[in-house]
């Protein structure tokens, strides 16, 4: 079991810059969160989705970003124009059926915006 | 919505002592989960707890969940530097998100 693979492991852009998050989850699980995690704020989950279809995204801080899960392998998330306070590190996590399985992390993205 | 709250924010220990972090949910919940992130990396699923009143060991590490199953310890005894890193507590909110806590990061002193 290769575990949730996240890309890149670090990402460094400029202000207004378009940035492009990768997540593979594990397989077979058909659960797929995307949290951010800040000094400041914590873990706060943005999105997540099942089966592919987005369920939740009340947690997106704003029409900058943007998710998407085009088959039950890929997941992306999109900021599109990024800005200094976007900078943080993205987890994205999986899990199974059943309410109490537990989260499954990828290593995580570590975004700076300058 | 639901709050998790966590608390202390920070603990440093000599190594050996004992450690423990509290956790208060805003709400009932169905169950609680505990994560652990050592520094640099990502947080690791520790245990689940259900039941009203449920204690749970691994090894050094005790976990009990509230009677009104609103609130939650971890509890290390003798602590290890291997011990370091944030604990969080989650708790589902709307089925199936979770929601953690701000952590406990523990630093321990050899």
């Known amino acids: 079991d290769a575990g949730v693979i996240q890309s890149p492991r670090h990402e460094v852009t400029e202000m207004g810059q378009e940035v492009t998050l990768r997540c593979k989850p594990i397989s077979g699980h058909d659960y797929l969160f995307w949290y951010r995690q800040t000094m400041m704020r914590g873990l706060e989950l943005l999105i997540y989705f099942n089966n592919n279809v987005p369920i939740d995204d009340s947690g997106m801080p704003e029409d900058r970003f943007s998710a998407k899960m085009p088959n039950a392998s890929f997941s992306t998330l999109k900021i599109q124009p990024s800005e200094p306070r976007d900078s943080a590190v993205y987890f994205c996590?999986?899990?199974?059926?059943?309410?109490?399985?537990?989260?499954?992390f990828g290593n995580g993205t570590r975004l700076t915006v300058t | 919505g639901q709050q998790v709250m966590q608390i202390p924010q920070y603990q440093h220990v000599q190594e050996g002592e004992d450690f423990t972090t509290y956790c208060n949910s805003s709400?009932?919940?169905?169950?609680i989960q505990w994560y652990k992130q050592r520094p640099g990396g990502h947080p690791v699923f520790l245990i689940q707890l259900v039941k009203s009143g449920e204690v749970k060991k691994q090894k050094r590490l005790t976990f009990q969940f509230g009677e009104a199953k609103k609130n939650s310890s971890l509890h290390i005894t003798a602590t290890q530097t291997t011990d370091v890193g944030t604990y969080f507590c989650a708790g589902p909110y709307a089925g199936n998100m979770l929601t953690f806590g701000g952590g406990t990061r523990l630093m321990v002193k050899p």
């Open positions: 709400t009932t919940l169905s169950n």
């Open positions: 996590a999986s899990r199974g059926t059943g309410v109490n399985s537990p989260l499954h």
